[in-house]
DNA sequence: TTTTATATACTGAACGTTCGTTTTGTATTC
DNA sequence: GAATACAAAACGAACGTTCAGTATATAAAA
């Protein structure tokens, strides 16, 4: 690679890099073209030229997003012998990621839309599906070498990420260090509440 | 009132309605003149007519959604004997309430912006503000009945802020009765999170 | 080694579309 | 006759994207 190309690399990044800034403070709508173009000091051809569209500038950043969590993850998971701590350290992973969680404001935009499903929605929706497997892999193991009692991980593992959802929601206005606290305590509340009693059975519909 | 102002009365209830389902279902800024227009079958003239702006429009909502809540919370608060029961009826009225929660995909877009604040955007802030009030009180009121044990209920009105706002999210495609149960499931996590062991000391940031 | 041609990276104006709002008008009720 | 309720076209602004162009680094030819 020249140096060209590898300026060229950089460009990309910091259009990256100022998209993401963007949208997670401002949602995916409200951020514009122009807002890009002003934080980067890039042209708007110069994003196309990186970029197919807005729409794929987001598609990027979102696999960005879980390739990254992944990595952290998977660097990070081996310091926990214990269920509990595993759940503490994926609550510390997603107070210290000042994206706080892949379905951040502007993911939202796309989730459950009811028109034709974009690429972007797509991608949300499988991540989605895949955080509530990890969760309820995550309980499962737990429940497997006796930290919980029996329980129907399925549902907890809803209400883990519904906990994890809402403190991203909520810990927008909060410092780091208050954000923190946010997140062990939800996890403090979640594992009291689910290493003694057992949900109970829900009615059928 | 005459005939003619009863008749514009619902034109203005038809155009809010209208404009609720499609906030509630494809946000703020999705959600265009244009899409009420098409929904309601009134002009985009009448619609200012009733309603100063879009803005406006979206303001008369979330203070009727307010109103709303605090009304059906008043006509059944006096059902619930404890705590504990308040908390299950307040999940089921939010899991009912096809708004589900003033904090929904539509007013996000508004919370926590770093614009200038706009009247929704204070208006919203002050009712997350209450909404939080409310949940710490009612959690005072069980520790002082003896309910649960002594605890810090400030974090713990924000912890199950964030439970009900990501219930909140996810609920979005979820039947009526799976709603039901998720909102009831979080209570019970959270209450059995709370009536044994309180929160660790927070340290100092 | 120097010159020329090519490819790539980037610019910013133009474009078509969509948006929220205003304006001008009509119909109907009081 | 006046006021109100409503309609829909027009308006100005903002948007995402394309396009015609320039600048520069690199490769190829002389």
Redesign the pocket.
């Known amino acids: 690679m ?11 990044k910091k259009i990256a890099e100022a998209a993401r800034a963007l949208f997670v403070q401002k949602g ?10 002003r934080t ?18 987001f598609l990027y950043l979102i696999e960005e997003w879980d390739r990254e969590w992944i990595l952290n993850w998977g660097q990070s998971v081996h310091l926990y012998k214990t269920t509990t701590d595993k759940l503490y350290g994926v609550a510390q992973q997603l107070a210290d990621d000042d994206l706080n969680h892949p379905l951040t404001k502007a993911a939202d935009e796309f989730f459950h839309q009811e028109e034709k499903t974009s690429e972007v929605e797509s991608r949300i929706a499988e991540m989605m599906a895949r955080h509530l497997e990890f969760n309820q892999k995550l309980l499962q193991e737990g429940i497997d070498c006796g930290e919980f009692g029996p329980n129907d991980t399925e549902r907890l593992a809803v209400i883990l990420e519904a906990l994890f959802f809402g403190a991203n929601q909520l810990s927008r206005s909060l410092s780091p260090h208050k954000t923190r606290v946010l997140y062990k305590d939800a996890i403090t509340v979640f594992l009291n509440g689910i290493t003694r009693n057992k949900l109970t059975e829900s009615e059928e519909e």
């Open positions: 020249n140096q060209k190309q590898l300026q060229s690399e950089q460009t990309k995916y709508k409200a951020t514009s073209i122009e807002d890009i173009v980067t000091g890039s042209s708007k051809g110069n994003i196309y030229y990186h970029f197919k569209s807005k729409e794929g500038l």
